[in-house]
């Protein structure tokens, strides 16, 4: 099993900065992605990163923004977020595609495992 827990998430002025964090304890390398849920609305593709690292991909909403990365040594999966908007508003969640080294999506339903989420809530 690969379990994930998200951290990071907070209240922020628009314009301003956070980091998400992904913490993954599952065994292997996993491609991971960042998606996001507001109100009345359906989970949303954010951000992907290939098992490796070495593929990144991201919604045109936040490309240039957001900027997606790993540390497999230390099992984390970031999600560094700038020059927020109050559209960006959502809990996030980050997710594994199993099995281990499968290639990233851009498609919630082929992801395995999923966190907790957290809040981010962008105020203008």
């Known amino acids: 099993q690969v379990q994930l827990v998200e951290s990071g998430g907070g209240l922020v002025l628009a314009g301003g900065s956070l980091r998400l964090s992904c913490a993954a304890s599952?065994?292997?390398?996993?491609?991971m992605g960042w998606f996001r849920q507001a109100p009345g609305k359906e989970r949303e593709f954010v951000a992907r990163?290939?098992?490796?690292?070495?593929?990144?991909d991201y919604e045109d909403s936040v490309k240039g923004r957001f900027t997606i990365s790993r540390d497999n040594a230390g099992n984390m999966v970031y999600l560094t977020m700038n020059s927020l908007k109050p559209e960006d508003t959502a809990v996030y969640y980050c997710?594994?595609?199993?099995?281990?080294?499968?290639?990233?999506?851009?498609?919630?339903?082929?992801?395995?495992?999923w966190g907790q989420g957290t809040q981010v809530t962008v105020s203008s």
């Open positions: 599952g065994r292997g390398r996993y491609a």
């Open positions: 997710a594994a595609r199993s099995p281990a080294t499968a290639p990233s999506s851009r498609l919630a339903y082929e992801y395995d495992y």
């Open positions: 990163i290939s098992w490796d690292g070495v593929f990144r």
